[in-house]
């Protein structure tokens, strides 16, 4: 899947709008989180002028060649997913592990399979899902890496990411039919996801997704870091190690855990369940 890119020296202007519309912003006040985020605007700026990639909305899946060693071996990742999802109805919602996802998502249609994220793993998962954790491996800068499960009738409103320092990759494991009602639209791109290809974008784009059909869509989720020039590649580093102290990573690191005790408690009794 191959979408037309600005060359990086492209002289078109990056129009990248700094807050969605319509979506209040999370309520974390205190000096130091002002603070916080007079920095991401700034490092934002740093990030559009100093790209190594140019700034389109959805990339070119040759601007990054690690995305077909990742293609070439999806089926492993959908063998491992299939495992997974045995327990559907048990994985968490995506909101009440990542509370600042409540703004966008608040219905249990949106669920998620936690690998790591931002220096945070799950070791526990991982263990379940060893070929996947593998193959996650081959991709630079890795931040973040997760099954992203698309109930039938969710849509998730337009809104843009946090932060352009990372660029987003959707790799389709399940997408069960291509047509209108199942998409994605990155600013005024509506793509498609098929399996076994990825989708590589620019979250910090204002963008939204649907299902509308009657079957699950699952795409594995990763964000990893922006290819950027000096001295913004040094700010970026700074800010995505520094991501860990904020309140919602934190926050978040504490909810999977305790998520992640209860599922793993339920398998342990039906392992022990006497025949």
Not at 83 to 106: M, Y
Not at 190 to 217: M, P, S
């Amino acid at each position: 899947m191959h979408h037309g890119a600005t060359p990086p020296g492209g002289t078109e202007e990056p129009r990248q709008t700094f807050g969605t519309a319509d979506i209040a912003a999370m309520d974390r006040p205190g000096a130091v989180t002002r603070f916080f985020m007079g920095i991401v605007a700034w490092a934002e700026k740093l990030n559009l002028k100093h790209t190594q990639v140019g700034n389109p909305p959805v990339y070119d899946n040759a601007t990054f060649p690690w995305a077909a060693e990742v293609e070439r071996e999806w089926h492993l990742i959908r063998r491992e997913l299939e495992q997974v999802l045995v327990r559907q109805s048990e994985l968490p919602s995506f909101h009440d592990i990542s509370t600042d996802v409540q703004t966008i998502s608040k219905d249990s249609a949106w669920k998620t399979f936690f690998l790591t994220g931002y220096g945070k793993s799950s070791e526990k998962n991982i263990e379940r899902c060893p070929e996947t954790w593998r193959i996650v491996q081959k991709i630079p800068g890795l931040k973040t890496a997760m099954f992203s499960i698309f109930e039938p009738g969710k849509h998730l409103p337009p809104h843009r990411g946090p932060y352009n320092g990372v660029l987003r990759l959707h790799l389709g494991l399940i997408v069960p039919e291509q047509s209108e009602r199942l998409a994605i639209r990155v600013d005024k791109q509506v793509c498609h996801w098929h399996e076994g290809q990825a989708l590589i974008f620019d979250d910090a784009y204002e963008h939204e997704a649907w299902n509308h059909t009657d079957k699950t869509r699952v795409v594995l989720f990763v964000d990893f870091v922006k290819p950027l020039g000096f001295p913004a590649k040094l700010v970026n580093w700074m800010l995505l190690n520094l991501a860990v102290f904020t309140p919602f990573i934190r926050e978040g690191v504490d909810n999977h855990k305790e998520w992640e005790k209860k599922f793993y408690a339920e398998a342990e009794k039906l392992r022990n369940r006497p025949n």
